[in-house]
């Protein structure tokens, strides 16, 4: 079959989607599949005049509105930008992995099938990213483009239970949403034997408030306060960088945590580390904990949505309480209080990761949905292992 798999982000950029789709398409150029990829680069911008209708609702009261205007005017970019690079091009079907790529292969190539794998939820993150208000213009907007992927898309999936109940509520028929978790090769994590005289904790993850950086420096805080000795690296970038600097200082951790900005490949350095911890405020499905899970690390995270999915609390991780510094201190000090147990979470983390969140598992499932749009064209050799 010849696939087309459209992103917004361009493939190099951080992040679940971007680090797992590009995988995705090398196994299945192995086996004699072609899988090209598609996004918009960021400088497009402007670029699109077409008039936006949506078949579900009327955008136009919505008009006016800054974030409004900016997602309609990206949506029309992203179809110039379509007509530009793809016209003439044929596929058998084309798998999305945004709201705008979807809609935008579908107002070009109405006769193809297209997918769409709704990864995470624009609208929750600028909620707790404090730039919209939840019921507001921007939300009720946002929460309108489920339905209307309902409406234009052949297939609608996405990654994690908890998730597809969320956007089902915005669905006239949720139970047909299929969930696909995501998946990684594990080739790309390697586990490295070492020992950490100071417990090393690590997050990984974008400088927004929806992260919830500002628990995770109160809950160090407090281990400070305990005397429970440790070492927190900070792995990314984002708007609030500067504001969580300041808030170490005045908690008198900045001699105890590490910024080290935007890593393109965070998984080489992950393995030297000894604890993985993100308390996110929501969370589709939280990419980072499968892949610190591969590196061998013990899991600790907040008790919403994918990361729960994840982790069984005291078996290959911990949960906690979103917003409760204390609570993730407690759990932070249970694994630097004792090696033993942190190991045997991190053991077990590794072995779940592996078998539930195997990309050869994606692979597996995605094949069985791709050519049920379709009887198989040419395949090369398609009976070898993905």
């Given at each position: 079959m010849n696939i087309l798999q459209a992103l917004f982000f361009p493939p190099e950029q951080p992040g679940g989607v971007s680090s797992m789709v590009p995988h995705i398409g090398e196994r299945f150029r192995k086996i004699g599949w072609e899988m090209e990829m598609f996004s918009l680069p960021k400088r497009i911008r402007n670029k699109g005049h077409d008039e936006i209708a949506f078949a579900t609702f009327d955008w136009q009261p919505y008009a006016g509105n800054a974030i409004v205007d900016k997602y309609i005017q990206t949506?029309?970019?992203?179809?110039?930008?379509?007509?530009?690079?793809?016209?003439?091009?044929?596929?058998?079907?084309?798998?999305?992995?945004?709201?705008?790529?979807?809609?935008?292969?579908?107002?070009?190539?109405?006769?193809?099938?297209?997918?769409?794998?709704?990864?995470?939820?624009y609208e929750r993150e600028l909620i707790l990213n404090g730039r919209i208000a939840e019921g507001g213009v921007e939300h009720r907007f946002l929460t309108s483009i489920y339905g209307e992927l309902e409406h234009q898309t052949d297939r609608l999936m996405t990654v994690s239970n908890s998730f597809a109940q969320y956007i089902g509520e915005y669905l006239k028929e949720p139970q047909l949403t299929e969930v696909i978790p995501n998946g990684y090769d594990e080739k790309r994590f390697k586990p490295i034997a070492h020992?950490?005289?100071?417990?090393?904790?690590?997050?990984?993850?974008?400088?927004?408030?929806?992260?919830?950086?500002?628990?995770?420096?109160?809950?160090?805080?407090?281990?400070?306060?305990?005397?429970?000795?440790?070492?927190?690296?900070?792995?990314?970038?984002?708007?609030?960088?500067?504001?969580?600097?300041?808030?170490?200082?005045?908690?008198?951790?900045?001699?105890?945590?590490?910024?080290?900005?935007?890593?393109?490949?965070?998984?080489?350095?992950?393995?030297?580390?000894?604890?993985?911890?993100?308390?996110?405020r929501a969370e589709a499905f939280g990419s980072v904990f499968a892949e610190?899970?591969?590196?061998?690390?013990?899991?600790?995270?907040?008790?919403?949505?994918?990361?729960?999915?994840?982790?069984?609390d005291g078996a290959n991780g911990l949960l906690v309480p979103s917003e409760n510094p204390v609570a993730l201190a407690n759990a932070l000090e249970t694994v630097i209080a004792d090696p033993h147990f942190r190991y045997e979470m991190a053991r077990a983390g590794w072995n779940k990761a592996k078998k539930t969140y195997s990309l050869n598992r994606v692979i597996s499932e995605l094949k069985r949905i791709y050519t049920s749009f379709g009887s198989e064209t040419e395949q090369g050799n398609d009976n070898q292992e993905t």
């Open positions: 949506y029309k970019d992203y179809i110039w930008w379509v007509k530009l690079r793809l016209a003439g091009q044929k596929y058998d079907l084309i798998h999305a992995h945004h709201p705008i790529a979807a809609m935008a292969m579908k107002h070009i190539f109405p006769d193809i099938p297209v997918l769409m794998t709704v990864h995470s939820s020992e950490n005289e100071v417990t090393q904790l690590v997050t990984v993850c974008r400088l927004v408030p929806a992260k919830g950086l500002d628990i995770l420096l109160h809950a160090c805080a407090e281990l400070r306060k305990r005397n429970r000795p440790f070492v927190l690296h900070i792995i990314g970038d984002g708007p609030i960088r500067e504001q969580l600097e300041g808030l170490s200082q005045q908690l008198g951790i900045y001699d105890d945590t590490i910024f080290y900005g935007y890593m393109l490949h965070p998984e080489e350095l992950l393995p030297f580390f000894d604890v993985f911890v993100l308390p996110s610190a899970a591969l590196c061998l690390l013990a899991l600790v995270g907040t008790d919403v949505g994918g990361i729960a999915e994840q982790i069984e």
